[in-house]
Structure formats: C-alpha cells, structure tokens
C-alpha cells in the first residue's frame, strides 16, 4: 500500500464519520491535542503510547491530503531518496520507502533507524524523550506558520514533522509504520456521535 493510498483512506474516513475536512486551522489544533495525548501517554508509562504516536502522524498525513501533498515523496525528497512503495514482509504489512535511483526498497523501521543514525552523527538528541516531543512541537508551529504565510516550504514543513516523529519512534522502540497501518483499520470501525459542541467524539 502506497503511503499516498494511506493519505486516501485516512480523508475518506473522515468524510464518512462527518469529520472536518476543510479546516486546516482545525486540523493543527487536533494534531497539537494528539500531540498532547502521545506525551501524556508516555510520561504515565501506557502501553497505548506507539499508539498515540501513531495517531500523530494520522492527523498529519490528513493534513497532507486535504492539501494535495504526497507527505511520503516530501519525506524522501527530505532524505534525499525518491519514491514511496509498500510490500508485505512475513509480520504483516508495514510502510516501505523504495529508492527508484539504486531499486532499494527499505522499510519505514530502517528509514527510522537511518534518521537514528544520522541525529548521532550530527550530535543531535537522541536520548531526551521530552526534548523530542518539544522539537515536534516546534516544528508543527513551523508548519503552522508556513501554512498561514502560504509559504512554499509547507511541504517540507510537514515531512520534517514526519522525520522528528521516525526519530521519536526509533528511540523508543516503535515500529511507526505498522502502528500507522493498525490504527488505520481500528479507525476505519469505530462509531461517532457529534458532542454538545458540534465536534465528532467516537463512543
């Protein structure tokens, strides 16, 4: 599955549960409360936290969608590979990043380990979990900012959301692209109900 196919399915469930799917500025202050709720579940030690992480990136690759952005070749273009693929390894699906220049393929877990990598030998943060999610929020505010401008660097605005949220994934030991793929479906499933305030809650 193309992370572009992802990007898909996570907007058309969004208009099938009544979701907002116009709003950007909305869409930031979501992505802020998951971002909220990804931190709560780490410094409490929930075994929902690759979850909540995941769902971060959900709500980013929807803002990818609404905006006609193919987050994953921003991603690459950031990395300096140059196309975004899926295959199915022996556990079960799982995001997959080919480079067309050399026909590699790598999974999004090596692509986090790479970012891992890369942030050691820039003598980058790789051990302060709260500092990581400080530097995503800053770089949400970026993208925000970006966004608001009308900025061309929104694109690559996003993507550096994404890569924080890989290197976050890699320290603390979460395959973030099975955990996108998991909560997808789980999405997918639940039913909602508009709250007093007019917002979409699942029950």
């Given at each position: 599955m193309l992370m572009k196919e992802i990007q898909k399915e996570i907007l058309e469930n969004k208009k099938r549960h009544g979701f907002n799917t116009t709003n950007i500025?909305?869409?930031?202050?979501?992505?802020?409360?998951?971002?909220?709720?990804?931190?709560?579940?780490?410094?409490?030690?929930?075994?929902?936290?690759?979850?909540?992480?995941?769902?971060?990136?959900?709500?980013?690759?929807?803002?990818?969608?609404?905006?006609?952005?193919?987050?994953?070749?921003?991603?690459?273009k950031r990395l300096t590979l140059?196309?975004?693929?899926?295959?199915?390894?022996?556990?079960g699906i799982t995001m997959v990043l080919h480079d067309t220049q050399t026909g590699?393929?790598?999974?999004?877990?090596?692509?986090?380990?790479e970012i891992h990598e890369n942030e050691i030998r820039q003598g980058f943060n790789v051990t302060n979990v709260e500092q990581k999610f400080c530097n995503i929020y800053g770089e949400v505010g970026e993208a925000y900012e970006a966004y608001y401008k009308q900025l061309p660097t929104f694109a690559e605005e996003l993507a550096d959301i994404a890569i924080y949220l890989m290197g976050l994934a890699e320290i603390q030991g979460i395959d973030l692209g099975a955990e996108i793929i998991r909560k997808v479906e789980i999405n997918k499933s639940r039913e909602y109900k508009r709250n007093e305030l007019g917002y979409m809650v699942h029950l």
């Amino acid at each position: 599955m193309l992370m572009k196919e992802i990007q898909k399915e996570i907007l058309e469930n969004k208009k099938r549960h009544g979701f907002n799917t116009t709003n950007i500025e909305r869409e930031f202050c979501y992505l802020y409360g998951e971002l909220r709720e990804a931190y709560e579940a780490y410094y409490k030690g929930l075994d929902t936290y690759g979850e909540e992480i995941a769902d971060v990136t959900i709500f980013l690759l929807g803002i990818a969608e609404i905006e006609g952005i193919d987050l994953g070749s921003e991603i690459l273009k950031r990395l300096t590979l140059s196309a975004v693929d899926a295959l199915q390894p022996k556990g079960g699906i799982t995001m997959v990043l080919h480079d067309t220049q050399t026909g590699e393929y790598k999974q999004m877990i090596d692509i986090q380990k790479e970012i891992h990598e890369n942030e050691i030998r820039q003598g980058f943060n790789v051990t302060n979990v709260e500092q990581k999610f400080c530097n995503i929020y800053g770089e949400v505010g970026e993208a925000y900012e970006a966004y608001y401008k009308q900025l061309p660097t929104f694109a690559e605005e996003l993507a550096d959301i994404a890569i924080y949220l890989m290197g976050l994934a890699e320290i603390q030991g979460i395959d973030l692209g099975a955990e996108i793929i998991r909560k997808v479906e789980i999405n997918k499933s639940r039913e909602y109900k508009r709250n007093e305030l007019g917002y979409m809650v699942h029950l």
